[in-house]
């Protein structure tokens, strides 16, 4: 039986899309999407800067140095932050669905996260204002799909990891989860989502 829901932020909650990142980065520096690519990917940078062991400042720093650019700090936070789209705090499912889960489950967010992003996300996403527990790699200092933070969730969700339903867009994330025992679902839509919840015994409405 399920006794927690726990949801990764984004791609099932936040829109997302990391294309627009690259547009800003090739704007300032020049380079090819590739280049931009393997300069952020060399040594695990976004992943030092979402797992908390630099902060903003000395990402900024890095970044500016890899990509030979000089940007400000509003200037790094207009690129970094161009994921988001500001008029889509609606978000992929709608706060409803999560209040409405939240008032008969304990809800939990998990996801890999850093110090700019979730400084966007926090305020604008009122689904996190029904959560009972946000974990986030930049806080907790491990990152998906380390089994640590998966161990973290289900202590907090206080329940076993079978009794834990969790869904994520990233696959390698899914599988992870299922590996740490949890009940683990690939999230391709609302829809999709729906029925998984009712398979378990768990309504979700209209």
Same mark, same amino acid.
Request: proline content about 4%.
């Given at each position: 039986?399920?006794?927690?829901?726990?949801?990764?932020?984004?791609?099932?909650? *936040?829109?997302?899309?990391?294309?627009?990142?690259?547009? +800003?980065?090739?704007?300032?520096?020049? !380079?090819?999407?590739?280049?931009?690519?393997?300069?952020?990917?060399? @040594?695990? !940078?976004?992943?030092?800067?979402?797992? #908390? %062991?630099?902060?903003?400042?000395?990402? %900024?720093?890095?970044?500016?140095?890899? /990509?030979?650019?000089?940007?400000?700090?509003?200037?790094?936070?207009?690129?970094?932050?161009?994921?988001?789209?500001?008029? @889509?705090?609606?978000?992929?499912?709608?706060?409803?669905?999560?209040?409405?889960?939240?008032? +008969?489950?304990?809800? /939990?967010?998990?996801?890999?996260?850093?110090?700019?992003?979730?400084?966007? *996300?926090?305020?604008?996403?009122?689904?996190?204002?029904?959560?009972?527990?946000?974990?986030?790699?930049?806080?907790? #200092?491990?990152?998906?799909?380390? +089994?640590?933070?998966?161990?973290?969730? *289900? +202590?907090?969700?206080?329940?076993?990891?079978?009794?834990?339903?969790?869904?994520?867009?990233?696959?390698?994330? *899914?599988?992870?989860? %299922?590996?740490?025992?949890?009940? @683990?679902? /690939?999230?391709? #839509?609302?829809?999709?989502?729906?029925?998984?919840?009712? %398979?378990?015994?768990?309504?979700?409405?209209?």
């Amino acid at each position: 039986m399920i006794k927690a829901l726990i949801f990764d932020l984004g791609g099932v909650i *936040v829109p997302i899309d990391f294309t627009q990142v690259y547009l +800003r980065f090739e704007a300032h520096s020049g !380079l090819t999407r590739e280049e931009i690519r393997a300069r952020l990917t060399d @040594a695990n !940078l976004v992943m030092e800067f979402e797992c #908390g %062991r630099l902060t903003e400042t000395e990402f %900024r720093g890095e970044l500016n140095r890899r /990509l030979g650019i000089a940007l400000t700090h509003a200037e790094y936070q207009d690129s970094w932050n161009a994921l988001f789209d500001p008029a @889509a705090t609606a978000g992929i499912l709608p706060e409803r669905f999560i209040a409405d889960l939240a008032a +008969r489950y304990p809800v /939990l967010a998990l996801s890999n996260n850093n110090e700019t992003h979730f400084n966007w *996300v926090g305020p604008r996403y009122r689904h996190l204002n029904h959560m009972r527990h946000v974990i986030l790699s930049h806080r907790f #200092g491990q990152a998906k799909p380390g +089994r640590e933070i998966y161990d973290e969730a *289900v +202590r907090l969700a206080g329940c076993a990891p079978g009794e834990c339903f969790f869904t994520d867009d990233g696959p390698a994330y *899914v599988d992870a989860a %299922r590996a740490a025992g949890l009940d @683990a679902e /690939l999230f391709t #839509g609302e829809a999709a989502l729906r029925e998984h919840l009712s %398979r378990r015994g768990i309504p979700t409405g209209a």
